[in-house]
Every structure is written in structure tokens, then in C-alpha cells.
């Protein structure tokens, strides 16, 4: 039997092993984790990486979509990079845990259109 491959020896990971996954800025700075991830059911790409920042053992946590375009994972950092910092992760979309089970139901669009817009990133 071939030994099994190292996470970072090949292209594909599993979902599981995304979430908790830590996100920096540009600096090296920690700026929160992957909570989850957003995928289209229909194309199955994935559209955001849903990031968690502040709050205190889930007290206050809000969640940021966040295009999945704008992560690089980077094998130094053991993480994603984004080209974003704290401030404009600060006043970013968030939503609470309610909210964000909401992110793809009947009002998709808008709220699809606020995140691309805040962050410029093109949709899908």
C-alpha cells in the first residue's frame, strides 16, 4: 500500500479540514479562522469561506462571508492569506448564526451583491 499524502502534496482538501483553518492578513497577522464554507449547490463551487472573528467562546461572534477568490492558502503560514486587514474586515458584511443560515435563501441576490460589492471581488 502507498503511504498516504501529505495535506500539502496535493491540490484537493476536504471541507472538514478547511473550517478552523486560520486566516492572515497580508503582514502575517492572525485575523480570525474559517468557520465553514458557502457552496452553490448547483455549479458546486464554493463562494465564500465564512470567517469568524471576535466574540468570546461563541458570545458575540459574527460571521464574515468572505469570496473564496480572495483566499491564497499559504503552506508558511499553515493558513489562508487575504488581502484584507482588520478595519475592513471590521466594518465588512457580518451576519450572527441566524443570519447566515439565511445567506441562501430567497434574498440570495442581495445579499450576494452586498458581499461581492464590499469587497470588489467579482461574483463567482
Not at 478552523?20 to 479562522?33: E, I, Q, Y
Not at 489562508?80 to 458584511?93: G, Q, S
Amino acid at each position: 500500500m502507498a503511504p498516504i499524502a501529505q495535506e500539502t502534496d496535493h491540490a484537493l482538501i476536504l471541507s472538514s479540514r478547511v473550517n478552523g483553518t486560520p486566516v492572515f492578513d497580508r503582514a502575517g497577522n492572525r485575523l480570525g479562522h474559517v468557520d465553514d464554507l458557502s457552496i452553490d449547490k448547483v455549479s458546486g463551487r464554493v463562494l465564500y469561506a465564512i470567517m469568524s472573528f471576535g466574540g468570546f467562546l461563541g458570545i458575540g461572534e459574527r460571521f464574515h462571508p468572505v469570496p473564496w477568490g480572495l483566499l491564497d492558502y499559504a503552506p508558511g503560514h499553515g493558513g489562508f492569506v487575504v488581502p484584507l486587514d482588520r478595519n475592513i474586515l471590521k466594518d465588512a458584511p457580518n451576519y450572527d448564526a441566524v443570519e447566515l443560515r439565511n445567506l441562501g435563501g430567497p434574498s440570495f441576490r442581495s445579499y450576494s451583491d452586498i458581499i461581492f460589492g464590499y469587497y470588489g471581488a467579482p461574483p463567482w
